[in-house]
């Protein structure tokens, strides 16, 4: 019975490049949600996708962020000509949602993102 | 605006002495609140959920938290902590209809022994 599966654990970039999270919610959920944590601090909302469909990115930036949760295959947070302060933990949370807000998030282990 | 707050940072508890972590919330209404806990380098696990009902919610390892309406708080609570409880802990909170669950800023817990 497989978690929220996040690949990599931890990758590294120089600045410029680009980088692409991987997030395979659970078996049979069709939410998907990223949030960012800095060091220090709490997760911060980025965006909330169902298949084929951004529901919410209000906490996305307006630049260089996209994310994608296609028909097939895992949902995908791109991050393009990352700089260091992407430095960061990226977490992947999934739920069976309907649009309930009592069903509870469930989360990966996270991708630690260094720019170098 | 929705928020969370968690007004420690930083709490240091001796092993089997009792713990109360605080949360305090600020919504239109009756958000749903939630405990996560977090150990180093791992991902959230969730210990515990409220909606409705009773204000006293059991969780798991021990953990409870009781809602209280007339403070705003969710204060997560364990009669006797355990060094394995070393970890950071996010209260989060989800309006109801809403999409967004909106974290505290977390507090880490420190056991010494």
């Known amino acids: 019975n497989a978690g929220v599966m996040q690949n990599p654990r931890h990758l590294v970039r120089r600045r410029g490049q680009e980088a692409r999270l991987r997030c395979s919610p659970m078996?049979?959920?069709?939410?998907v949600y990223w949030y960012r944590q800095l060091p220090e601090e709490g997760l911060k909302f980025m965006v909330y996708?169902?298949?084929?469909?951004?529901?919410?990115e209000s906490g996305m930036p307006k630049e260089r962020f996209s994310a994608e949760f296609p028909k097939e295959g895992p949902s995908i947070l791109r991050i393009q000509q990352v700089v260091r302060g992407d430095s960061a933990a990226y977490f992947c949370?999934?739920?069976?949602?309907?649009?309930?807000?009592?069903?509870?998030?469930?989360f990966g282990n996270g991708t630690r993102l260094t720019v170098t | 605006a929705q928020s969370v707050t968690q007004p420690d940072i930083h709490i240091t508890v001796s092993e089997g002495a009792s713990l109360e972590l605080r949360c305090n919330y600020s919504y239109g209404a009756t958000p749903y609140l939630f405990w996560y806990v977090q150990s180093p380098g791992q991902g959230l696990q969730l210990l515990l959920k409220?909606?409705?009902?009773?204000?006293l919610v059991q969780g798991i390892k021990g953990f409870e938290a009781e809602f209280k309406r007339s403070q705003s708080s969710f204060n997560l609570r364990k009669p006797s902590v355990h060094w394995s409880d070393a970890a950071e802990y996010f209260c989060?909170?989800?309006?109801?209809?809403?999409?967004?669950?909106?974290f505290g800023a977390g507090t880490i817990l420190r056991v010494k022994s």
């Open positions: 949370a999934s739920s069976s949602g309907s649009g309930q807000s009592n069903s509870p998030l469930h």
């Open positions: 409220y909606f409705s009902g009773d204000t």
């Open positions: 996708l169902q298949k084929e469909n951004i529901i919410d």
């Open positions: 989060a909170g989800r309006m109801e209809y809403g999409n967004k669950l909106v």
């Open positions: 078996k049979g959920h069709s939410h």
